[in-house]
């Protein structure tokens, strides 16, 4: 079976084929206009592993957290194709992902962590074989290391820095860091292929509300 996988939660866009002994990824760093690279880069990729659309058998795609805005582009991208494709559509949270994406094999749990701003955050844990032993959630770093840093062997992922600095200047140990500098394609759609689509849904998760306020209503306008 072929997975497509596509991934804009963050400052990129990553596409990749996998299965039928093909693997083909493109990946383009950007900073916003996902959904106007998204579907050239499927394109692309569909075309160098010489297969058309109808080939696929699934779509895998990175739910977060992270970009609002990009988690939405691969996820409505994704059920739009499948629903045209008449194909199941599966998600895959971001921090999985990571644990997924390790350069080295884990000798223990992985702590996977993501930068949310705001002094905070997002993290899970999850043991070598990638089963979870704490679902995502968001906290600052001193919450993360007092819930979680007794039982670490790795951290992985954008908010390692945070978490290791706060080890450090509160004295408790530093776990090894895996210097991650971006999540592989290959690995969500390798994730996606053996998900349940009846579990593994295609929404956004957001551990904690948007930054964006909405704005009162103006009088004598209608709400």
Same mark, same amino acid.
């Given at each position: ?12 866009? &990553? ?7 093909? /693997?083909?990824?493109? %990946? ?7 959904? /106007? ?18 080939? %696929? +058998?699934?779509? &895998? ?16 991208? +994704? ?11 599966? +998600? ?7 644990? &997924? ?50 039982? %670490? ?23 090894? %860091? ?17 998900? /349940? ?25 209608? &709400?």
């Amino acid at each position: 079976m072929l997975t497509l996988a596509l991934d804009t939660a963050n400052d990129r866009v &990553a596409v990749a084929l996998l299965g039928d002994g093909r /693997e083909t990824v493109r %990946v383009e760093a950007i900073s916003r206009g996902h959904a /106007e690279r998204l579907f050239p880069l499927i394109d692309e990729v569909l075309t160098t592993a010489g297969v058309e659309i109808e080939g %696929v +058998g699934r779509i &895998a795609v990175n739910v977060g957290p992270g970009s609002f805005t990009g988690i939405r582009i691969a996820v409505a991208a +994704g059920r739009g194709l499948g629903l045209a494709l008449g194909i199941p559509v599966v +998600g895959i949270d971001a921090l999985r992902l990571i644990a &997924a994406s390790l350069e080295e094999p884990a000798e223990g749990p992985i702590l996977a962590a993501v930068d949310a701003r705001r002094g905070e955050v997002y993290a899970a844990l999850y043991d070598a074989k990638g089963d979870v032993l704490e679902a995502p959630f968001a906290a600052d770093a001193a919450s993360v290391l007092a819930r979680l840093g007794a039982r %670490v062997a790795v951290i992985a992922g954008s908010g390692a820095a945070i978490l290791t600095h706060q080890a450090a200047t509160s004295g408790l140990r530093v776990p090894p %860091v895996d210097a991650m500098t971006a999540t592989d394609p290959l690995a969500l759609a390798r994730l996606g292929g053996l998900a /349940e689509p009846a579990t593994a849904l295609p929404r956004p998760l957001y551990l904690r509300a948007p930054d964006a306020k909405p704005q009162p209503p103006v009088p004598g306008l209608l &709400a």
